[in-house]
């Protein structure tokens, strides 16, 4: 196209200066004599009759787009710019209400398959990985802000209701029993035997401990002045020494929890899992007491927990996973993504009656969104042709070079049509002796 309107541009000029150098030849010829037969006369006034067509015609275009400094005459040239409101104004109204009405859009649309082109284009190996590239961008943009304190606050504030609507008190009765039942708690008594035995090692449980036989020497000294004196004598003599007793004391404790630890049949252990068991009969029982007793030390863990720090910590190593994953294309959930948008697809290219949903729903959504808004589409025309997006210069530019080439034939045709009529006339005038 651009090859046809590069070579047309030239028409004009040409036919123009081909009837100026014809009718100024033929002219000179025919005034020296060289063309004697006055049926040169019908040639001549064809090429003045051509250039004076050539003339008007070059005008007529000049004028459309460009000043031309003729006087009286000037004012009607570069006719698009200086009406180019009204241009513009026709243009809109024509294309709102003619070309792309809400009628003509739907009959456009009827014949359309949304499902069948999505179908067509992950044909190609190409299309499906830009699409798979496209839902990781958007899930990606998705877990961006998982982490964020509105959704922290959301998560806590649904915990806490559903912790706090959480039965537990019956199936962690049911829980208890079967773990002593079968033994299997044998293990919890071992890591809390553990623990205890760790704790008797720090310095702080032998100086409670010193505290405890201390304020009990108090006690008895307040028994009696003959306890007082004799306890007296002792501190004074060291046969009292409490970090001597306090010692023994840990190393006692330390011993007895070793046995604890080595026989699960001590009448320790046998006496609190009898307790245990005759408690945890009654949560799963649903008693009243063992019921408030739970609920109530459950309300208060979920009241004093902090469970924002501990969702956003867990919603950042979410987001940190997720991130790490769905840069990679390869991970598992890229490929999990991949297999959903593929199975999707196969899925869509099997059902028909989902294909023919899919393409009236999106139909519908479209017509519905053009007709509410179907003043867009001219505020759409005014908009890209408004003097701040295109100048005047551009935009007559623009429309010469599109129909330039046409314009260029409408003054080779003024040429031809004006020659012949020219040398029509000549011949009439001849024909009947007309001078």
């Known amino acids: 196209m651009a090859e046809n309107i590069s070579s047309s541009r030239y028409l004009g000029p040409i036919s123009l200066g081909a009837c100026v150098v014809g009718m100024v030849a033929t002219e000179a010829l025919i005034h020296t004599g060289m063309l004697a037969n006055p049926w040169w006369r019908v040639v001549a006034m064809g090429f003045e009759a051509g250039t004076v067509g050539a003339m008007a015609d070059w005008f007529a275009v000049s004028a459309l787009f460009r000043d ?11 006719i698009i710019a200086k009406n180019r409101t009204r241009i513009v104004e026709n243009l809109k109204g024509y294309v709102q209400t003619k070309l792309l009405t809400p009628a003509a859009i739907r009959e456009k649309l009827s014949g359309v398959s949304f499902c069948k082109a999505a179908m067509a284009y992950m044909n190609f190996n190409d299309n499906r990985a830009k699409v798979n590239d496209v839902v990781r961008n958007a899930m990606s943009g998705l877990i961006k802000g998982l982490d964020k304190d509105e959704v922290v606050e959301f998560l806590e504030n649904a915990a806490r209701e559903r912790l706090l609507n959480l039965d537990i008190t019956k199936p962690l009765g049911s829980w208890i029993i079967n ?47 003959h306890k007082s004196f004799a306890l007296w004598v002792g501190e004074k003599s060291g046969s009292v020494n409490y970090d001597v007793y306090a010692d023994k004391l840990v190393e006692s404790v330390i011993e007895w929890i070793d046995e604890l630890k080595g026989n699960s049949r001590s009448p320790l252990r046998s006496l609190v899992d009898n307790h245990l068991l005759t408690y945890a009969k009654a949560m799963a029982s649903g008693l009243p007491d063992a019921v ?8 208060g863990i979920i009241a004093k927990a902090e469970l924002d720090i501990l969702i956003k910590s867990a919603l950042s190593q979410m987001k940190a996973a997720a991130t790490s994953q769905l840069n990679d294309s390869g991970s598992q ?30 139909r519908e959504a479209i017509c519905s969104f053009i007709t509410k808004n179907h003043n867009v589409i001219g505020d759409i025309v005014e908009s890209s042709l408004s ?13 010469e070079v599109r129909i330039g080439g046409d314009l260029q034939y409408i003054r080779l045709n003024g040429a031809i049509v004006g ?4 040398a029509l006339i000549m011949t009439i005038k001849i024909a009947f002796g007309i001078q």
């Open 68 to 78: 031309v400094p003729i006087p009286i005459l000037r004012r009607h040239t570069n």
């Open 292 to 299: 408030q007793a739970v609920e109530g030390l459950k309300s």
């Open 419 to 422: 020659g012949m009529v020219g």
């Open 179 to 225: 773990s002593i039942e079968s033994g299997d708690h044998g293990a919890i008594w071992d890591a809390v035997l553990d623990e205890c035995r760790k704790l008797l090692h720090e310095k702080k449980v032998e100086l409670i401990f010193k505290e405890v036989i201390e304020n009990g020497v108090e006690k008895a000294k307040n028994e009696g002045w």
């Open 387 to 399: 003097p701040d997006k295109i100048s005047d210069k551009e935009l007559v530019s623009q429309i």
């Open 333 to 362: 959930l890229s490929q999990m993504l991949q297999s959903m948008v593929e199975d999707m697809f196969e899925h869509l290219r099997t059902d028909h009656k989902l294909q023919v949903f899919i393409d009236e729903q999106l």
